[in-house]
């Protein structure tokens, strides 16, 4: 006796799984695209011209009033920790960045913000490691760090990463 084809079991799954995948990859294509669009070739990495979009000055400087200065690691070379912090009432400007560190600390010592002294205490991110951190403050604006330029246009933050390094390679004329 001849057995009756369903008929839509196998070709129903059969649609579900191409539709799947065709959505999959017209998201991977705008998300590669938003991507492309979003940053130039200084705005990622850290070479020479690099650059960091942090984001909206206004939502930055309200997160940074709630909860603190923001530490950024380096996740590209893993050595240039940053902080960024936002000083006065005004969220166009205030704005400053510097290292995490003093050159002369290891990388497990960071600037970590003492909300009740409103200053930045040098203390180690790794209870594994037996080198102290050298006992130093610095105030609000990291003043004693490293500083890093940044910029406010257009309502967004951006913290020109390499200006020390460009600085100490361009030449002048008759250099």
Not at 123 to 141: F, G, M, V
Not at 147 to 157: A, K, M, R
Request: aromatic residues 6%; glycine residues 10%; negative net charge.
């Amino acid at each position: 006796m001849p057995v009756a084809e369903s008929g839509s079991g196998a070709g129903r799954q059969a649609v579900l799984v191409a539709l799947a995948g065709f959505a999959s990859v017209i998201g991977l294509v705008l998300l590669v695209t938003q991507i492309s669009r979003a940053t130039t070739s200084t705005d990622v990495g850290f070479g020479a011209g690099a650059f960091f979009q942090a984001g909206n000055a206004a939502d930055l400087a309200e997160a940074i009033r709630q909860d603190g200065p923001l530490p950024l690691s380096d996740v590209a070379g893993g050595t240039r920790d940053i902080i960024l912090q936002h000083v006065g009432d005004n969220d166009e400007t205030g704005w400053r960045a510097f290292a995490a560190r003093p050159d002369d600390a290891g990388r497990h010592c960071v600037a970590t913000w003492n909300n009740d002294d409103e200053v930045f205490e040098l203390l180690s991110q790794d209870s594994s490691i037996d080198e102290p951190c050298p006992e130093k403050t610095y105030p609000a604006d990291g003043e004693g760090l490293d500083q890093l330029p940044v910029t406010v246009n257009d309502g967004i933050v951006t913290v020109d990463i390499n200006a020390a390094e460009r600085a100490s390679t361009t030449t002048t004329e008759g250099s």
